[in-house]
């Protein structure tokens, strides 16, 4: 069975403080694919990336930056610079090989304070 | 940027009535699901869909549900005798292929309240 933890249920942090969200995985496939979705107030998920699991390289876009290691069964998120439109529910997915399905974690609740 | 679209962003349902929620997917995509959300927790998958069959779909996603594509552009999921336990928000989502990464594009739920 596939799992998604993330441990982390609420973050509140100061604007412009970088702010880290864990996620840690579970699954038995050597080939899997990971997500990070944002839920802002307006209750929408946007799509924000997505890993193979043979693909370790970190990614970094504009303030967002990835790091996904099978070592250790993570993949975790790092806003830098945090501001107040950062402010969401941000939740990382996982998806098996020839499985249809995206198993979320719980979600963590990031607040960005002015 | 194309989007998936739902209808109506909030249904108010008396328990035992039936609820039908709509979707357009986005267009050239193949493969379209239901996820939902119970208020406060997290998205859990309902149903996928492909070739106008369901193509997976969990152990919530009994016989009270159904999901229909009636014509080129829409996709539909029906709740036949509504409990209040179905109160949540209902997420349709799309994607171009089945390929592991390709990722699934939600559209902005509906909230359905059970009374």
């Known amino acids: 069975a596939q799992k998604v933890t993330q441990a982390q249920t609420e973050i509140s942090v100061v604007e412009k403080e970088d702010v880290t969200l864990d996620c840690v995985y579970e699954?038995?496939?050597?080939?899997?694919?990971l997500f990070w979705y944002k839920q802002p107030p307006s209750g929408e998920l946007v799509f924000l990336i997505r890993?193979?699991?043979?693909?370790?390289q970190n990614e970094i876009s504009g303030r967002y930056s990835w790091n996904f290691q099978k070592s250790t069964s993570s993949f975790n998120f790092t806003i830098t610079a945090s501001q107040v439109v950062d402010s969401a529910v941000y939740f990382c997915a996982l998806r098996t090989q020839g499985a249809q399905k995206l198993v979320f974690g719980q979600g963590t609740r990031l607040t960005i304070n002015p | 940027e194309p989007e998936v679209t739902q209808t109506p962003s909030h249904q108010v349902t008396q328990m035992g009535q039936e609820v039908i929620l709509r979707c357009v997917p986005i267009s050239n995509h193949l493969y379209f699901y239901w996820y939902r959300q119970i208020l406060g927790q997290k998205v859990e998958f309902l149903v996928s869909f492909y070739n106008n069959e369901i193509s997976e779909k969990s152990e919530i996603f009994d016989d009270q549900f159904s999901v229909e594509r009636p014509d080129g552009s829409n996709f539909t999921l029906k709740i036949r005798s509504t409990k209040l336990e179905d109160s949540a928000m209902y997420f349709c989502?799309?994607?171009?292929?089945?390929?592991?990464?390709?990722?699934?594009?939600f559209g902005d739920g509906t909230r359905l309240s059970i009374l």
């Open positions: 989502a799309s994607s171009e292929g089945l390929g592991g990464n390709q990722p699934q594009h």
């Open positions: 699954t038995r496939d050597t080939t899997y694919y």
């Open positions: 890993r193979n699991s043979f693909d370790e």
